[in-house]
Each structure stands twice: as C-alpha cells, then as structure tokens.
C-alpha cells in the first residue's frame, strides 16, 4: 500500500475541491502524504540533495565512526551468541539549523549555508501553504494554526530544520535508524531520500514503506496539529529503519508553536455533542514532558502535561 500522493498545483484549478478533500482525508486517515508540484523548484532542491550529501562526508562521516551508537553496536558484536538489541540511541547523524544557531552551521561545505538559507525561506512558505490549506479544509479561518503557533505576537513560531544521515549499518536487526515516535510539533516538511528507504509510518496496526518519490516534499502532522483539529487529524507514528545498504538522506523541517504559545481545541471545532476531547496547555510545557517520552505511547502525554 503506497503513501497518498498529492499534486498541490491543482489546489488552484478547477480540481480545486477534489483535492482539498484529498488532503483533509490523507491528514483524517493518514497522517502523512506525499506533494508533487509544490513549487520548490528543482534547480534548488538538487542543490540541497548535493550540499548535504558533501557535508556528511567532510564534516560528518569521521565523527559518526566514533559515535555512541557505533561504540554501542561494536560492543554488541563482540559478545558471543548475543540477541539483545540496542533500545536508547537510534543510528543517526543529525544536527539542527535554525534561524538563532547559524554560527553553528556547518562551515566547510562549498555552498552549504547559502543553499540551505534559500531553501529553508522556501520551505517556510510551503510550510504556510500547508496550514492554510489545513485551515480550509478543518473549517477554520485563513492563518489560524499559523495565529494559534505564534500566539499574541508575530512570526515567533518555531522553524528548524534537522539534517539527518543513516550510514550502513552492519547489524540492522541490533538498532533502530530511529526509533517509532509521533511529532511533538506542528507541521512537518520532510525532504526524502530518492533511492534508499527505510521510513516506515504505523496504520492500522501495520507499518507501511513511505516509497522514495524524486524531489517529492512528505508532509505529516504532529501531535499540536492532532489537538488543535480537536482529533480529526492525528499525529501518526513513524520510524527509521537502519539498513545494511546505502546512506539515507533525511532532511525533515519543523514548523512548530512558541514555546509560549498556549494550544487547545479550536472552538469552531467543539459541538454541544463533541466537547474538547485534549486539555488547553503551553506548548514549552508540553515539549518538556514529550522530552521525557518521546518513545512512549502518546497519550499519556495529554494528561501529564500541566494544563491552563
């Protein structure tokens, strides 16, 4: 069963409707979906796919060799008939840009910080697009789950964007690429790579390939989205597999509340016959809890997070 596949262009034709009901059902019984025509040109996006690829190997790839989860899985390997299985690392190169860390940018790579700053201006406003159309199709004015992440004042939400790495891993069946867990955040805009697989998404009880579509943008909704649509969306659980083979590309953007904004059930969504089925709480509340248990079941999250 392959992951639904949406051409965004057509949000702007005459198949308009057909698709935004398309995209309310893939973020109803999904969670994720696949964009085609997005309008992040192709030029820019191979340019990604090029710098990322070059800083791995120049400025990643030494590191990764003396890293925890390598240290860990060679000390498994070197016990005798061993089936236990590394549970608290995920085999992962991973660092994070942001707006407020970029003198912490990778700096070796040719060309590295100039194609990432176009790209991720581009995929900010994508990221817009997206909630807007999530706006439509949940019944809710234009900008509100942009208002409702940046709370009183403007453009404070937060946006980052994690580049990742799976190296080949000798003993896939020993540690997880990264381990299953549902997005704390907003909306997520992950940038995939092509040829290698691995990312696996849960439905109905069975996880399923999220298949490699060239210079596709995979869109899935995290647990703030889940409570502002009061359930209707659902953040949905995922997960990376290691592989024996190839180095998997991740570059997966996060457009996520304030850590001062206060999130709850949009009020046009709640009837006299459906009330608020989540509590009303700050988001940095919530991300101090989900720190906590990221891998855990979800749920828990809701009642244990300090509610206002």
């Known amino acids: 069963m392959a992951i639904p596949v949406i051409d965004f262009s057509k949000t702007e034709g005459e198949e308009r409707s057909k698709t935004l009901a398309e995209i309310a059902h893939c973020c109803e019984e999904w969670g994720f979906f696949q964009l085609v025509n997005h309008g992040i040109s192709e030029e820019l996006l191979e340019r990604v796919k090029k710098v990322a690829s070059e800083c791995y190997k120049v400025e990643r790839e030494a590191g990764f060799e003396e890293s925890e989860p390598m240290k860990k899985l060679k000390e498994l390997m070197e016990k005798e008939s061993c089936d ?103 909306v997520i805009l992950l ?32 647990d703030q989205v889940e409570v502002l649509s009061n359930g209707r969306y659902k953040s949905v659980w995922h ?38 089925k989540y509590p009303s709480f700050v988001f940095g509340d919530y991300m101090s809890v989900y720190a906590e248990q990221k891998f855990l079941p979800k749920e828990p999250r809701f009642t244990a997070v300090k509610t206002v």
């Not at 942001?98 to 790579?109: G, L, R």
């Not at 790209?119 to 208002?147: F, H, N, W």
């Not at 939400?157 to 003993?171: L, W």
């Not at 298949?211 to 899935?220: D, F, G, H």
Request: glycine share 8%; hydrophobic share 35%.
């Open 84 to 186: 236990e299985r590394i549970e608290d690392v995920d085999w992962e190169d991973v660092f994070l840009l942001t707006d407020d860390n970029a003198d912490q940018w990778p700096s070796k790579t040719v060309g590295f910080r100039d194609t990432m700053t176009e790209y991720r201006s581009e995929l900010k406003k994508l990221a817009v697009r997206v909630m807007e159309t999530m706006d439509e199709t949940l019944g809710l004015p234009k900008g509100y789950i942009k208002k409702a992440f940046n709370g009183e004042e403007e453009d404070v939400a937060f946006f980052g964007t994690k580049v990742s790495h799976y190296p080949p891993c000798p003993e896939p069946e020993k540690v997880a690429g990264l381990r299953a867990h549902t997005d704390a955040g907003g």
């Open 191 to 222: 940038f995939q790579d092509d040829e290698v697989e691995s990312l696996q998404i849960l439905k109905d009880g069975v996880w399923l390939d999220v298949q490699p579509l060239k210079n596709a943008i995979v869109i899935n909704t995290g």
């Open 239 to 276: 997960r990376i597999l290691a592989m024996p083979h190839g180095n998997r590309r991740s570059i997966a953007s996060f457009y996520n509340p304030s850590i001062e904004a206060t999130i709850r059930p949009a009020p046009q969504l709640l009837t006299e016959g459906a009330g608020a």
